[in-house]
């Protein structure tokens, strides 16, 4: 377990340096965001989503869906890492006529479940999904990975009722919990807090987590489905820019670019010069 542990850690590290890449290469914005939910993809690509690389139309796959979609970069590198969709595509990432938006479009790339980033919508179409396996009897699990920010959207507590009225226990939420948003603190901005006895009064089963602590990242995902009753969702406390010293905890990486020295530096800290 410490070996894999290990080698997880090392996939952040550099899906993280080439995403620090990637937002100077095109001009993007949105990479603290991007940086914080990290290693909770890693985890869900190399541990825990049942679904083969090589289909990623499979029926029966497990459902992946980023509705802070803002982060799409984060996405399109783990995709790529874990060869799903080609990893020479991530250059040309808010390039013209590129396959790489900023946020995750529709055009049907593998691993791109739903066009995201409208802020709210991600659970939805995730809880639709997971009715859909069950009429049909499929298996699979459905995992939709919200900001702590996008919890400010009604639509998104609609879901949350559903959810559980339905029994559908093989649905997980993960909130990105930064702590930011684009303006400002979340606390803030809309009184999130005590957000996970939220999410238990509309009936989920709640987890808190340290979202970048790999080993715990794979327990609790283990977890998912052990209610027959209850969804899950799981609080996943990180932190913004996480990974490069001079972003982490700094709201300016909600929009700023990196520069050519920002970059070098960034990658020597992670550790792939």
Same mark, same amino acid.
């Given at each position: 377990?410490?070996?894999?542990?290990?080698?997880?850690?090392?996939?952040?590290?550099?899906?993280?340096?080439?995403?620090?890449?990637?937002?100077?290469?095109?001009?993007?914005?949105?990479?603290?965001?991007?940086?914080?939910?990290?290693?909770?993809?890693?985890?869900? !690509?190399?541990?825990?989503?049942?679904?083969?690389?090589?289909?990623?139309?499979?029926?029966?796959?497990?459902?992946?869906?980023?509705?802070?979609?803002?982060?799409?970069?984060?996405?399109?590198?783990?995709?790529?890492?874990?060869?799903?969709?080609?990893?020479?595509? @991530?250059?040309?990432?808010? *390039?013209?006529?590129?396959?790489?938006?900023?946020?995750?479009?529709?055009?049907?790339?593998? =691993?791109?479940?739903?066009?995201? =980033?409208?802020?709210?919508?991600?659970?939805?179409?995730?809880?639709?999904?997971?009715?859909?396996?069950?009429?049909?009897?499929?298996? !699979?699990?459905? !995992?939709?990975? @919200?900001?702590? =920010?996008?919890?400010?959207?009604?639509?998104?507590?609609?879901?949350?009722?559903?959810?559980?009225?339905?029994?559908?226990? *093989?649905?997980?939420?993960?909130?990105?919990?930064?702590?930011?948003?684009?303006?400002?603190?979340?606390?803030?901005?809309?009184?999130?807090?005590? @957000?996970?006895?939220?999410?238990?009064?509309?009936?989920?089963?709640?987890?808190?987590?340290?979202?970048?602590?790999?080993?715990?990242?794979?327990?609790?995902?283990?977890?998912?489905?052990?209610?027959?009753?209850?969804?899950?969702?799981?609080?996943?406390?990180?932190?913004?820019?996480? =990974?490069?010293?001079?972003?982490?905890?700094?709201?300016?990486?909600? !929009?700023?670019?990196?520069?050519?020295?920002?970059?070098?530096?960034?990658?020597?800290? @992670?550790?792939?010069?």
């Amino acid at each position: 377990m410490k070996n894999k542990i290990f080698q997880l850690e090392e996939k952040s590290r550099q899906i993280r340096a080439k995403l620090v890449e990637m937002s100077h290469a095109g001009s993007a914005a949105h990479l603290g965001s991007a940086l914080s939910c990290v290693d909770i993809l890693v985890v869900l !690509y190399w541990s825990i989503l049942q679904i083969n690389s090589n289909d990623m139309a499979d029926p029966d796959r497990d459902r992946f869906i980023l509705s802070k979609g803002h982060a799409a970069s984060a996405l399109y590198a783990s995709l790529a890492f874990k060869n799903i969709i080609p990893k020479d595509l @991530l250059e040309t990432y808010c *390039r013209k006529d590129s396959l790489l938006d900023e946020h995750p479009g529709p055009r049907n790339l593998p =691993g791109i479940e739903a066009a995201t =980033g409208s802020l709210g919508h991600g659970l939805s179409i995730g809880l639709g999904m997971a009715l859909a396996g069950r009429i049909k009897q499929k298996q !699979y699990a459905v !995992y939709t990975l @919200l900001s702590d =920010g996008e919890c400010n959207e009604g639509s998104v507590w609609e879901a949350a009722m559903f959810a559980p009225a339905k029994a559908l226990n *093989r649905v997980c939420t993960i909130i990105d919990f930064n702590k930011w948003q684009a303006t400002g603190r979340s606390f803030d901005i809309m009184r999130l807090q005590p @957000l996970s006895d939220k999410w238990k009064a509309f009936g989920w089963q709640v987890k808190e987590v340290d979202g970048h602590d790999i080993g715990k990242l794979i327990q609790v995902f283990s977890t998912i489905g052990n209610d027959p009753e209850k969804p899950t969702a799981i609080i996943a406390h990180t932190v913004k820019g996480k =990974g490069v010293s001079f972003m982490e905890d700094d709201n300016n990486w909600h !929009y700023r670019i990196p520069t050519p020295n920002e970059v070098l530096a960034a990658k020597k800290e @992670l550790g792939v010069l």
